[in-house]
Nanobody
Framework: VQLQASGGGSVQAGDSLRLSCAAS????????MGWFRQAPGKEREFVAS????????LYTDSVKGRFTISRDNAKNTVYLQMNSLKPEDTAVYYC?????????????????????WGQGTQVTVSS
């Protein structure tokens, strides 16, 4: 199983970025997908997750209203649209896949419930 994250970069506060994560070697529609991030010196934290069909999603409070997670099962890809970026969003962003189909059958905020991880993509937001 491979998860390939892309789309990171260096932007100004208030700008937007869209992260993508392409999956291979997995029946994509059978997995909950999530995004986590890790800033220097901090623990990896939950950002967002989405159920297998995209009908349910969950966000950490600090990104609600600014970030949107979505998925395209035909393309085996999950996205994270990030708007109104803030310097505190600076981190390495990781996509992850959990062998579950709904957010209710797992703990989507827990990194330990995810089975596969991508390599991370750096997002840097300057003020």
């Amino acid at each position: 199983v491979q998860l390939q994250a892309s789309g990171g970069g260096s932007v100004q506060a208030g700008d937007s970025l869209r992260l993508s994560c392409a999956a291979s070697g997995v029946t994509f529609r059978g997995y909950v997908m999530g995004w986590f991030r890790q800033a220097p010196g901090k623990e990896r934290e939950f950002v967002a997750s989405i159920s297998w069909c995209g009908s349910s999603s969950l966000y950490t409070d600090s990104v609600k209203g600014r970030f949107t997670i979505s998925r395209d099962n035909a393309k085996n890809t999950v996205y994270l649209q990030m708007n109104s970026l803030k310097p505190e969003d600076t981190a390495v962003y990781y996509c992850a896949a959990a062998r579950a189909m709904t957010l209710k059958t797992m703990s989507p905020r827990s990194r330990y419930d995810y089975d596969y991880w991508g390599q991370g993509t750096q997002v840097t937001v300057s003020s």
